[in-house]
C-alpha cells in the first residue's frame, strides 16, 4: 500500500506565494510521475504542473512562468512553488502519484487535497 498526503495549502494575497509539498509513503519502489491537479468549485480539476521520475516536468499553460514542480527523491516529496498567485488560482490542489511498490504492483494515488485561496 502507498499514500500520498498534502501541504501547504493557505490564504495568500494575489501577487503572494506558497509551496506545496507532496509526501508519498508505503511501499515503495519507484515513484514514476507525480502531477499536482487543482480543482475550484463547479469546474472539473485539471492537470497544473506534472514530473517524472526522469525529471521531465510540463505545466499547464495558466501556470507556466509562475509555478515550479521539483522533487526531493530522498524524502519522496514533491514540492509545487506557486509565485505571483492570482484570484484564479483559487482551488483545492490534489497530489497524484504513479508508483511502483516492491513487488511491482503499481498504484494511482491521490492526496486528499489541500485549498488555496488566493485574495484579491
Known amino acids: 500500500q502507498v499514500q500520498v498526503v498534502e501541504s501547504g495549502g493557505g490564504l495568500v494575497q494575489a501577487g503572494g506565494s506558497l509551496r506545496l509539498s507532496c509526501a508519498a509513503s508505503?511501499?515503495?519502489?519507484?515513484?514514476?510521475?507525480v502531477g499536482w491537479y487543482r480543482q475550484a468549485p463547479g469546474k472539473q480539476r485539471d492537470l497544473v504542473a506534472r514530473i517524472t521520475s526522469a525529471g521531465s516536468t510540463n505545466y499547464a499553460d495558466s501556470v507556466r512562468g509562475r509555478f515550479t514542480i521539483s522533487r526531493d527523491g530522498a524524502k519522496n516529496t514533491v514540492y509545487l512553488q506557486m509565485n505571483s498567485l492570482k484570484p484564479e488560482d483559487t482551488a483545492v490542489y490534489y497530489c497524484?502519484?504513479?508508483?511502483?511498490?516492491?513487488?511491482?504492483?503499481?498504484?494511482?494515488?491521490w492526496g486528499q487535497g489541500t485549498q488555496v485561496t488566493v485574495s484579491s
Open positions: 508505503g511501499n515503495i519502489f519507484r515513484i514514476n510521475a
Open positions: 497524484n502519484a504513479d508508483i511502483t511498490a516492491w513487488g511491482f504492483t503499481t498504484y494511482d494515488a
